[in-house]
């Protein structure tokens, strides 16, 4: 929820991905489905002082969750579907759309995809412009020209962040 990253990019996140140097602490990462289309778009967003504690002691590893990281993320006893068991034992509420033709996927209402849903959503109820919650959220600009001459303060980045945060921190 804090970063509204996708799982394959939190079980890809290594210290050298965290700067804690800098006045205001950031996560800088190539997001993979961005890779996976040949483009190299960076995400370089603000860590919100909560998730500091927890990422800050591992800032000297090579790989955050190693055990993670050789788990795929979209097959039957992948990541997503772990997640999804999770859910499940803890009794929260989902509707669940089975596959529609011979390549469709089952679609649940909640996953661990949710929270890119979530953060943006609390970031708008915040009243943080729709080009900063793209930047913060490492979505492609979409051929907006105007987004490449944008250039986002991270300190104001960090504050809609905690903003919009606040209730579960």
Known sequence: LCLGIRLADATRMAGSNFDFVADVPVINFIPSKTERHGEKARVIAPVVAPLLPVVQPLASKSV???????????????????????????KIPMRTEEPKGPAGKRWHSKGFHSFRHTLPTLLAE?????????????????GDVHSRYTHHNLEQMRDYLKKALMPFC
Do not use: N, W, Y
């Open 64 to 90: 955050l969750t190693p055990m993670l990281r050789e788990i795929p993320v979209g097959t039957r006893g992948g990541l997503s579907a772990r997640f999804m068991r999770l859910l499940r034992a803890q």
């Open 126 to 142: 915040q009243g943080c412009p729709p080009d900063m919650r793209k930047a913060i959220l490492g979505h492609s600009d979409g």
